[in-house]
């Protein structure tokens, strides 16, 4: 047989291997699109790269962010929460009704418990009464609202321990220690997201419940258990909302759960579960913060501070989804 010479292809030239790697990467685009976001602001506004407005992004990101945690694991099995901004804002009622009697660590607690229980309500409905999670937690995001007004007498709650604004106020390593316990529950969750069992069980479940099951997983208890840390996240997040204003409203954390959701899609995320990053919602939360701090110190008028929001998810979502099919490629 004649000797057939093979020629080996061509490697990629510099800029087209980081272009591909940028495009498989999901935490990379997000990264990318960050520092644009970053640099745009920058340049159209010179008090947006001031310290100062650096560190409020920071502190701002702090609650939209706990509640974005809970919500991509709820999206990763393939449901939605739209009850974690209400849930915010009875946590927060319910936190500061115990204070008088039950002092800051009570309060605390309480307000724990009841995000975690309305979380564990909705992803029982949800598993075992397989009901639309749409519909369960449209449900329970009214009963919440509507629990939150009976519980303050739709008013807001004061005389708040001044020790809760430590959260907000401290600092560590000259950073904000409230961003800072931000990252670290972030880290965390990415963790267990990607080296342990549970977090390949979620990622299974929202890819095909069907197989999971087959290849025994126990997806009752992790079909139920992202809802839990959804509404336990909201608790959270009612915590550092209320230590930042020393009051507690039962309008606190509404548009949360639009927010939380934007904040998961741009990270690219998919609806449909099965796919996304806790990295890439972090840099999410971080485009929505800095968008929203821009259009502030652009003057930008709030009426209209929606449609370019809107505009700019819808952007970053074909964009993340046009990087996808040609990273697949």
């Known amino acids: 047989m004649p000797n057939e010479t093979r020629t080996a292809a061509p490697a990629p030239s510099g800029w087209r291997h980081v272009l591909r790697i940028v495009t498989t990467k999901i935490e990379l685009r997000m990264l990318s699109l960050t520092l644009a976001v970053m640099l745009v602001l920058s340049v159209a506004s010179p008090h947006f790269r001031t310290l100062n407005n650096l560190f409020n992004a920071m502190d701002q990101s702090v609650v939209v962010g706990m509640v974005a945690l809970g919500q991509t694991l709820v999206i990763l099995i393939g449901g939605i929460d739209l009850s974690v901004g209400s849930l915010v804002g009875v946590s927060g009622i319910v936190m500061g009704l115990c204070l008088p009697t039950l002092g800051l660590g009570g309060g605390i607690l309480a307000c724990l418990a009841t995000g975690a229980l309305a979380g564990t309500f909705n992803g029982l409905v949800t598993t075992f009464g397989r009901v639309a999670p749409f519909v369960v937690t449209l449900g329970m995001m009214s009963i919440a609202r509507s629990l939150s007004y009976v519980f303050s007498g739709a008013s807001s709650i004061g005389n708040i321990p001044p020790g809760l604004a430590w959260l907000s106020n401290a600092t560590a390593l000259g950073l904000p220690l409230n961003f800072i316990l931000l990252i670290a529950v972030y880290l965390a969750a990415w963790w267990f997201l990607s080296r342990a069992k549970g977090g390949r069980t979620l990622y299974a479940i929202g890819s095909n419940v069907a197989a999971a099951r087959v290849a025994g997983l126990s997806i009752s208890l992790w079909s139920v258990l992202p809802y ?84 700019i998810i819808i952007a970053a979502v074909l964009l993340e989804r046009i990087f996808s099919r040609r990273g697949r490629r």
């Not at 204003?245 to 099965?274: H, K």
């Not at 929505?288 to 701090?293: D, G, L, P, T």
């Open 228 to 311: 839990m840390v959804a509404g336990l996240m909201s608790g959270v997040s009612a915590i550092f909302l209320a230590s930042r204003v020393l009051s507690i409203d039962p309008l606190g954390g509404t548009g949360l759960e639009l927010d939380s959701i934007a904040a998961v899609v741009i990270g690219g995320a998919s609806l449909f579960g099965g796919r996304g990053s806790i990295i890439g919602t972090l840099f999410g939360v971080f485009i929505m913060v800095f968008i929203r701090n821009g259009l502030n110190l652009l003057g930008v008028s709030p009426y209209w501070q929606g449609t370019a929001i809107g505009s």
